[in-house]
C-alpha cells in the first residue's frame, strides 16, 4: 500500500469535546531509546523523525519527562525539531513516574511533586500550557489498587491555573477512573491494549460512555507483551501492508474513541505507521483478526 497517506486520513476525535486531533498520533518514548535496556539512539534521527511526522499530518503528540536515555531526552528533541509549535498541534505528557537508579520509573510522586513535574516539562518543551496532561499511576504494575484522587486533585489545581488544558489518567482500572472524574473532568486514558490485548474492554466502554479518549500505550504490542505477527498474516498479505499496519488499523477500526500513537525512531517505521491511517479492515478482516 502507498505510503503517501497522511495521519489526517484516519479521521478526527474532538478531545475534551473542544479540540480536534487526528487519531493516528505519534508516541515519542522511542525516540530515546530503541528498548528498556538498550543504548541512546542518535538524536539528530530523532528529531528527523519527528519533523517527518508533522510532516505527515500528525497532530498529537505523546511524550514525558521520563522518555530519556543517557543523554538524549524526548521533550528535548520535540523542542529542537518543532518549535516554534505549529497551532495545530497537540503535545501530551505523563507525570507521576520517578526515575529509579536503573533508569527505570519505579517510583511514584506524591500530589506535593507534581507542580514541579509539569512546570519541568513546559519549560523542556518550551510551553506555557499543555493541551493535555496524564496522571501515570502505578509504576511499572498492573492498574488498580491505590486511590487518585489527591494526584487528580493536585493537577486539577495546575488546570484551574491555566497551565492545564486537558486532563487524562493512565494505567488505570474503572474504579480509578470514575474516582477521577469525580474530581475533575477527564479528557483521555492512556491503558495498555492492542489487537491481541483486550482486557481493558471495560475502560474503553467507561470512555465511549463518556466521550473520553482511549489512547492505548504499546499499541503495536510494545514493552514485554507483543502482538502475534503469524496471526494477522493473512489480512496483511490481502492488502499489501505490513502486520503492523493491521495492528493499527484494527484499532482505529475497534472504537471512534481510539487514538492511536504508535512510536519509533526508525524514518521508515514511521512512515509504515502513518500509511495505516488509511487502512479499512472490513467485516471479514476483523472476524478473522477476532478468531
Not at 505549529?86 to 529509579?100: D, N, R, S
Not at 493541551?131 to 489527591?150: C, F, H, I, T
Not at 494477522?232 to 481510539?258: C, D, F, I, Y
Not at 509504515?272 to 491511517?277: D, I, K, R, V, Y
Request: glycine residues 10%; proline residues 6%.
Amino acid at each position: 500500500m502507498t505510503t503517501q497517506i497522511t495521519a489526517a486520513a484516519s479521521g478526527q476525535f474532538m478531545l475534551g469535546g473542544d479540540r480536534p486531533v487526528n487519531r493516528l498520533g505519534f508516541g515519542a518514548m522511542r525516540l530515546p531509546m530503541g528498548t528498556f535496556t538498550g543504548p541512546a539512539r542518535d538524536p539528530e534521527t530523532g528529531i528527523a523523525v519527528l519533523r517527518q511526522a508533522v510532516d505527515g499530518g500528525v497532530d498529537h503528540i505523546d511524550t514525558a519527562g521520563f522518555y530519556v536515555r543517557g543523554e538524549v531526552r524526548a521533550n528535548e528533541l520535540i523542542r529542537k525539531a518543532l518549535a516554534p509549535y505549529p497551532a495545530e498541534l497537540l503535545i501530551a505528557t505523563k507525570v507521576g513516574p520517578l526515575l529509579g537508579a536503573d533508569g527505570m520509573p519505579t517510583g511514584q510522586a506524591g500530589p506535593e511533586q507534581l507542580r514541579g513535574l509539569v512546570t519541568e516539562d513546559l519549560r523542556a518543551l518550551g510551553l506555557d500550557r499543555f493541551d493535555l496532561v496524564y496522571l501515570r499511576v502505578g509504576g511499572m504494575n498492573k492498574p488498580g489498587g491505590e486511590s487518585v484522587a489527591d494526584r487528580f486533585a493536585a493537577l486539577a489545581d495546575l488546570r484551574e491555573e491555566g497551565l492545564i488544558r486537558h486532563l487524562g489518567v493512565s494505567n488505570v482500572d474503572v474504579a480509578q477512573l470514575d474516582e477521577a472524574r469525580g474530581v475533575a473532568p477527564v479528557a483521555a486514558v492512556q491503558n495498555q491494549y492492542h489487537v491481541h490485548r483486550h482486557d481493558d474492554a471495560a475502560v474503553l466502554a467507561r470512555c465511549v460512555e463518556h466521550h473520553i479518549a482511549y489512547v492505548p500505550f504499546f499499541p503495536l504490542g510494545g514493552g514485554f507483551d507483543p502482538i502475534e505477527h503469524d496471526r494477522l498474516a493473512q489480512v496483511a498479505k490481502r492488502h499489501e501492508a505490513t502486520t503492523a499496519q493491521v495492528a493499527l488499523a484494527w484499532l482505529l477500526a475497534s472504537s471512534p474513541n481510539m487514538l492511536a500513537i504508535p512510536g519509533t525512531g526508525s524514518p521508515a517505521h514511521l512512515a509504515e505507521n502513518l500509511a495505516a491511517a488509511g487502512l479499512r479492515l472490513d467485516a471479514a478482516d476483523l472476524a478473522e483478526l477476532k478468531a
